[in-house]
């Protein structure tokens, strides 16, 4: 499956962070997911093949990439009070509209 | 507009009863997916079902159907004979031809034994 680390992680305003990803074997798109407490996921970015190909509603500081090994980072540069949440990282088999997100477990992040 | 909008912040359910949590969407695409998921207190999404918006039958997975109306806009998830292990969060989500999924707030199911 999809496994992420850290799981819980503490920063503080104006750091830095990098959260890690291992994609479920064979799938070449991956997706990182940004939840509030209370809320539904919130789309960051998808890399397909190493390179992002689709982002949402996100600043540049949120930064990502994807490597041939099956594994992906989330970089978040300046971090702010509301990034605090649950990054979900999650992996498809391909990108048609029938193929479902596989999630991992999150990774929770607290800035404070 | 929301993409997807779930109005049951919380439901409840007698243990073997079935419940039907609702969701509706909005989409000017002809084309699109609807999904559920279901994330416990552990924080994983699982993915639970999904229709097609040229399928012409209900999807059906197990316990799990999806009552899709799409003249409505809407894909209501059906849980039969609900267990204990029911108990979560659901979530409704979408995907168009662009490649993200947009989630709604999502519902708590809680089962009562």
């Known amino acids: 499956g999809v496994t992420q680390s850290p799981t819980h992680l503490i920063k503080t305003r104006g750091q830095q962070v990098t959260l890690r990803c291992s994609s479920q074997s064979g799938h070449n798109t991956v997706s990182w997911y940004q939840q509030a407490l209370g809320q539904g996921p919130q789309f960051i970015f998808q890399?397909?093949?190493?390179?992002?190909?689709g982002r949402g509603n996100f600043p540049p500081r949120f930064s990502g990439l994807q490597f041939p090994n099956d594994s992906s980072e989330l970089n978040v540069n300046a971090l702010e009070l509301d990034d605090s949440a649950l990054y979900l990282c999650?992996?498809?088999?391909?990108?048609?509209?029938?193929?479902?997100?596989?999630f991992g477990n999150g990774t929770r992040l607290t800035v404070t | 507009a929301q993409k997807i909008t779930q109005t049951q912040p919380g439901m409840f359910v007698q243990e073997k009863e079935a419940v039907t949590l609702d969701c509706t969407y909005d989409t000017s695409d002809p084309s699109y997916g609807l999904f559920w998921y279901k994330q416990p207190s552990s924080g994983e999404m699982i993915f639970l079902i999904y229709q097609g918006s040229y399928d012409q039958q209900n999807a059906t997975e197990g316990r799990y159907s999806l009552n899709f109306q799409k003249a409505r806009k809407s894909a209501n998830l059906v849980i039969s004979a609900s267990q204990l292990g029911d108990s979560a969060m659901y979530f409704c989500?979408?995907?168009?031809?662009?490649?993200?999924?947009?989630f709604g707030t999502g519902t708590s199911l809680t089962v009562i034994p």
């Open positions: 989500a979408m995907r168009e031809l662009g490649n993200q999924f947009y």
């Open positions: 890399y397909y093949r190493e390179e992002e190909n």
């Open positions: 999650a992996s498809s088999l391909r990108q048609g509209l029938n193929s479902p997100l596989h």
